[in-house]
């Protein structure tokens, strides 16, 4: 299998599968000399890690991240630093059922890649679903760690902004609250109302999608170029390839469709540092193809999840018809533990056009 490699100049490969003894990943092009431990990549971890409310999988997995490779102690400082060379990291799977997946070894889950990872590979690990798995999503938050360090000012902050048909009152944003509530939500008052949705979906042994914003601060303009590596093309790519994930939208995304050209324009003034400054942000942060300077905004949407205690139609490997009803631990809301996953795409994008910027232009 090939295609198991992110970016150009700051590059992520991830490895291993859902149920096998360890998932990891090769971060390479890290610069030399950044401060890196193995406490700056697990608290990112902790955020995605599953088990922690009872609206997310219960699968007790502890996530602990090991560095394996990459860094050494610095004799002058007396801190561990980046050599230059490749990080590898490593995360242990310690509680896997691979049993609860043996009744559904032969179905095809309507909506999974179970179907079209067998037609492609002619052979499926239907234990997890192998690389298919979101268990992968933890190797890319602790690449995405890595990636924050390189990213000298930035911010990056991610927040789930619609659970199913209801969405937060963005009047009621509070940052300060992303962390204090099972959901990620920036709005407090609707958790309360997104735990009854949920809480039902789970009894009627179904599912739901969501929505998540990321939004990135501190980013220099210049970053992307006008073509073929457009700084939005490849946060689209980035965060289109988190499992689950059917649309993207940059700024305002999909509703300029429906604005006029002045309703749409970011009109600009100048600072009083005389710098130009924009009265709005529709294209967030990003215009043909590069950064403006402005906050750079993203929003996913993701699918319900596949794996559903509620049978439905289905075909298996013999090519009989058939039912299939997924018992185990799954997440009815997979968009809840994708927030920290989204934040790292991102983070791995910064790093990646950070370090092409930097290169071409001589400016970072």
């Known amino acids: 299998m090939s295609h198991n490699t992110f970016g150009h100049l700051f590059r992520m490969t991830t490895w291993g599968e859902s149920h096998g003894p360890a998932i990891g990943c090769v971060v390479d092009g890290c610069p030399p000399g950044i401060p890196l431990t193995e406490a700056d990549i697990q608290g990112f971890l902790d955020k995605r890690k599953p088990g922690q409310s009872r609206f997310t999988t219960q699968r007790k997995e502890a996530d602990e991240v090991a560095i394996i490779s990459g860094v050494f102690t610095d004799e002058k400082t007396g801190k561990q630093v980046t050599t230059g060379t490749p990080i590898a990291l490593e995360i242990q799977n310690t509680d896997q059922r691979s049993k609860d997946y043996g009744d559904i070894k032969d179905k095809f889950r309507p909506g999974h890649a179970d179907y079209s990872y067998f037609v492609k590979y002619g052979v499926r690990d239907y234990r997890g679903s192998g690389r298919a798995s979101a268990r992968e999503t933890a190797c890319r938050v602790a690449a995405g760690a890595v990636a924050r360090k390189v990213l000298p000012g930035v911010t990056i902050r991610g927040a789930l902004v619609q659970m199913g048909p209801h969405p937060i009152t963005r009047e009621n944003w509070d940052w300060g609250e ?55 093309q490849d946060i689209c790519s980035a965060l289109m390839s988190i499992n689950a994930v059917k649309g993207v939208e ?97 983070a791995l994008v910064l790093a990646d056009h950070y370090l092409r910027h930097r290169g071409q232009t001589g400016k970072g």
Request: charged content about 20%; glycine content about 14%; proline content about 7%.
């Open 178 to 232: 992303v962390d204090e509530n099972p959901f990620f939500s920036p709005d407090p008052k609707v958790v309360s109302h997104w735990g009854e949705y949920l809480d039902a979906l789970r009894k009627d042994g179904n599912s739901c999608g969501a929505v998540i914003e990321v939004v990135a601060e501190g980013v220099p303009p210049g970053l992307g170029a006008p073509v073929y590596a457009k700084l939005d």
């Open 250 to 346: 940059i700024g305002a995304g999909f509703a300029t469709a429906a604005m006029t050209g002045t309703e749409n324009a970011d009109r600009m003034r100048l600072g009083d540092d005389g710098e130009p400054v924009f009265l709005s942000n529709h294209a967030g942060g990003i215009v043909g193809g590069i950064s403006t300077g402005q906050a750079i905004v993203a929003r996913f949407a993701v699918k319900p999840t596949s794996s559903i205690l509620t049978p439905v139609q289905t075909v298996d490997k013999a090519g009989n018809e058939t039912d299939v009803s997924t018992k185990g631990r799954h997440d009815p809301c997979v968009g809840i533990r994708a927030v920290p996953i989204g934040e790292a795409m991102m």
